[in-house]
């Protein structure tokens, strides 16, 4: 093992091979800070010193994983002890800026957040924003499809990439760093890469897609008394803001009560006795016409019943306080300990009647039991977070029966935006159909055929 | 009792701000804007004097061009019960300012007027001291906790090291700091009613206050940009840079 391990030094220098208590001092996983058992980290430099790690990699049969932010929550970056991992945290350039196209060049390692400060300084946007923006990085955004707060009105990770560059199993490197909107020459191959969770190649760098900046934005928060009324109002608010709805996220009582006067984390804007609380925003170019055809889309959403109290913020800085209760996901793991994390997908009307019937399932074996309810609705994402008091292998494979099953026959999906990972693998069939789950076999063959990416990630085993 | 708070429209705290090409001054076109923290401290303030059966009225007072409104209204929406907007497209100096308010305070007859400290953008920190000198009343300033009693407003403020608490006879200035209270949201119903709260539109002649320039502004600049630090790798070439480079040794 040495041998591979001293030509990779020799690639990327001693700085950047880490081995022993190095690795272990690094966490495997965020929510669980378990070390990170690999047998070493590589930190290559750009794509050629990747592919010349890869193509030894691939002599040895040594299997990667590779490490972006670490901010999943699907277990897809855990390594074993036999496995290397690769991290492309030296990858943080930002290599060039296109204003008149609307791009930005970028290495795989660069966080969201940076990308998006870089687009805010040509006056654009980047228009994919979540929680973890400060650690993610754009390959792990790539490479998970990631979805976030901007969904209902930008699409999702894949629609904000134009090009790509892998760096292959056996250590090739593919260029498509397609620059243009429109490129219909033969297979558009980055989509196969895109939400692959580095199971068919490591993203290297990224052309990026920019969005005009929308300097002005409003935000609510309301209350509804009815989930028929909740669904009145994100039609209505599609309606009246037409494309300026930035927003329109959902906490059930459970989350919004939790966050706020149950554990004094935050005060609470409105009462907490309403079951559902909405935060809306509304993001457009000019600040008066926003901020007027926002008050008034709320005003009337007001007189015709469909939310039952609001409070708009007054200045950004209570706008990023609102913002704060919804995305204090920090706060919830720590008021929730253990808890498992679900992030499934369903019809809109369905949801309703899901977690009702969720509830009372739970409650059924666990009465004290939390579940706890957020999402960005108008997706059709919820997450969900059920704490019973312990988090055992047994009581975790109960829950996940207790969340999954209901999906196959709504049509729902066990992973709206976080992935498969390790951790939902063994349920991809709730959501994907024989012939489906076969072809994405034949094409990890094809691409990785001595499965050394990600291993035992994402997809059955073979056998 | 009556209170008077003034306001003031400003540029959002959390806004990037950008100068004018030439130097003039700080664009401020399609900027997000918004009440001043300190003044939205201030009317926070007075609310909750109301809401404690102290105060009976408040009417909120801003100077500026009819966009000031926007402000006003939001005011009355967090839960002032009137506005007075005295309209000028200048860009008043604070003693002009003061000297209105002063007008303002002699119609009304407050008991107590409460404004922010210091506004965000021009940072003087000049009219609650120039308001209290014109009407011959004390003032208590950079308030963090304000309490009436009888007759009297007891100040408490923040200085070096702890805190001192002053008894003011009223009526009184207060100026507020950032940690008196954490102001509230407006809600939609009152946002609501504030548009048919009274609001009253004057102009600087009406109080026969005439602006007097004293102060020019010559040019608004960006703060140099800082160095990017660099790493080393032994001390000695740190030693060397601080000999040589920085010379500071």
Redesign the interface.
Known sequence: MDTLLDFIEKVVGAKNILRGEDVRARPADWITKEPCLALALVRPANAEQLSQVMALCYEADQPVVTHGGLTGLVRGAVAASNELVISLERMTEIESVDPVGGTLTVQAGVPLQIVQEAAEQIGMQFALDLGARGSCTIGGNIATNAGGIRVIRYGMMRDQVLGLEVVLADGSVVSSMNNMLKNNAGYDLKHMFIGSEGTLGIVTRAVLKLQPQQ???QT???ACDSFESLVGLLQHMRQTLGGELGAFEVMWRSYYALLTKESGRH?A?LDTDAPFYVLIEGLG???AETAQRF?QA??LA?EKEL?S??????????S?R?WAIREDIEGLSELIAPRFVFDISLPIISMDTYVNELEASVREIWPDAKVVVFGHLGDGNLHVSISTGDSNEETRIKIESLVYKPLKEIGGSISAEHGIGLKKKDHLSISRNPGEIALMMRLKEAMDPKGLLNRGKVLPNKN | MKIIVSVKRVIDYNVKVRVKSDNSDVDLSNVKMALNPFCEIAVEEAIRLKEAGIASEIVVVSIGPNAVQEQLRTAMALGADRAIHIETDSQPEPLNVAKLLAKVMEVEAPELVILGKQSIDSDNNQVGQMLAALTRRPQGTFASKVTVEGGDVLVTREVDGGLRTLSLTLPAIVTTDLRLNEPRYAKLPDIMKAKRKPLEVKTPADFGVEFKQHISQLKVETPAQRQAGIKLDSVDALIDKLKNEAKVI
């Open positions: 300097s002005a934005s609510a928060l309301v005060n804007p170019n000019d600040q008050e709320i005003t007001f939310l109290d609001a409070v708009v913020a007054n200045s950004d800085t209570q990023d609102l």
